[in-house]
C-alpha cells in the first residue's frame, strides 16, 4: 500500500479503480523537429502516433523476410524441447502453444530483426533515446483454438509487477501471417494511451504463471473501458504478412479469439529506453523471471 502512496501511476492498491492523467511525452523527440523531415517517419506520422498512440507501416517486412519468419515460428511451436521450457505458455485448455517468450534466443533470424534499423530507427526517433530489448515474445493464434488477449495497458503491469518508471517503451509487432479483421487481430482504443488506467486487487505471488495464459489482475473495470471506448472508439489493426504495428506502452489493447481457419501469428518486440531501466516492482513483489522482463545482462539495440 505505501508503494501507491508515492507512485504517479498507483494500480492494484485496492478496491477502487482510478483514470489519472499520463505526465510522460508520448513523442519524446522535440516537436520542432517533426517536420523537418529528417527521420525515419512522415510529421503526418508522427502527429498520427502522438494522437493515436499506434501507428502501422504496410510491407515494411519482405515477403521474402515473412516466409523465413513464418518458418522459424512452425519450428519453434513443434520443437519438443521447446515445448518443455518455462519460456513456452500453453492455453489453458487446449494446450496449444500460446506464447514464446525469448523467441530471439531460439532464432538467429529473430535476432537478427530486433536490430532491424527499419524498426529500431523509428523506436529510437519517438523514444529520443537509446533502446534495449525489455521483452520479446512470439503470440499464436491458430486457426479455431487461438484464444483470446483480454482488454488491458501493458505499462500497467510492466509498471506494477517489473518496476518500469516511466512511459518510454514502444512494442512493435510484425505480422507473420495475414491479420484479418475476422481471425483476432489486435484492436485498440485509439487515444487511450494519454490516460492511465488504475486497475483493482492485489498482486498475487508470482501472477505471471497464471496471467500469461488469462489475465486477471491487471485488466481495467469495465466501466472504465466503456467510457474509454466510448470516448475513443475502437480500431481492429488488420494488415498483410509482413506489416509492422508500432504502440505505445499504455496504448489499451486487446485481441478476440480466433475462431476462423486462418491462423493469426505475430511476433513482438518491446524496446525500452536504456534512461527506462526496471527498478524494484511497485507490487512489493518479487521480479518476474528474465525471460519476461530483462533487468540483467542489458544490450543496447538501436
Not at 42 to 71: C, H, P, W, Y
Not at 169 to 179: F, G, K, Q, Y
Not at 234 to 244: D, F, L, P, R, T
Amino acid at each position: 500500500m505505501d508503494s501507491c502512496m508515492f507512485d504517479s501511476y498507483p494500480s492494484r492498491c485496492g478496491n477502487t479503480a482510478q483514470i489519472f492523467p499520463r505526465t510522460d511525452p508520448v513523442v519524446y523527440s522535440p516537436e520542432d523537429e517533426w517536420f523537418k523531415g529528417d527521420g525515419p517517419l512522415t510529421e503526418k506520422e508522427i502527429r498520427f502516433f502522438d494522437k493515436n498512440g499506434f501507428l502501422q507501416l504496410e510491407a515494411l517486412i519482405s515477403d521474402d523476410e515473412v516466409k523465413m519468419l513464418a518458418s522459424e515460428a512452425d519450428k519453434l511451436r513443434n520443437d519438443p524441447l521447446l515445448l518443455s521450457r518455462e519460456e513456452t505458455i500453453l492455453e489453458r485448455s487446449s494446450r496449444e502453444v500460446r506464447s514464446i517468450f525469448d523467441a530471439h534466443h531460439f532464432s538467429t533470424g529473430f535476432n537478427t530483426l530486433l536490430r532491424d534499423p527499419r524498426i529500431t530507427n523509428v523506436v529510437s526517433y519517438l523514444l529520443a533515446d537509446k533502446l534495449y530489448l525489455h521483452q520479446a515474445r512470439l503470440n499464436y493464434k491458430p486457426g479455431f483454438q487461438g484464444k483470446e488477449f483480454y482488454w488491458h495497458s501493458d505499462f500497467e503491469t510492466w509498471h506494477v509487477e517489473d518496476g518500469m518508471p516511466q512511459m518510454r517503451a514502444i512494442s512493435v509487432s510484425i505480422s507473420i501471417t495475414d491479420n484479418y479483421t475476422c481471425n483476432g487481430p489486435v484492436m485498440v482504443i485509439p487515444g487511450s494511451h494519454r490516460r492511465f488506467l488504475s486497475c483493482t486487487g492485489l498482486t498475487p505471488e508470482e501472477n505471471y504463471k497464471s496471467s500469461l495464459r488469462e489475465q486477471r489482475y491487471g485488466v481495467p473495470d469495465e466501466d472504465s473501458i466503456r467510457s474509454m471506448v466510448d470516448a475513443n472508439g475502437i480500431a481492429e489493426i488488420a494488415g498483410k504478412a509482413g506489416s509492422v504495428l508500432f504502440f505505445d506502452s499504455n496504448l489499451l489493447h486487446g485481441s478476440a479469439s480466433n475462431i476462423t481457419p486462418y491462423a493469426r501469428h505475430n511476433l513482438f518486440f518491446v524496446y525500452n529506453a536504456i534512461t527506462n531501466q526496471l527498478r524494484e516492482p511497485y507490487c512489493l513483489q518479487d521480479p518476474r523471471p528474465e525471460y519476461i522482463a530483462h533487468r540483467k545482462n542489458i544490450e543496447l539495440v538501436g
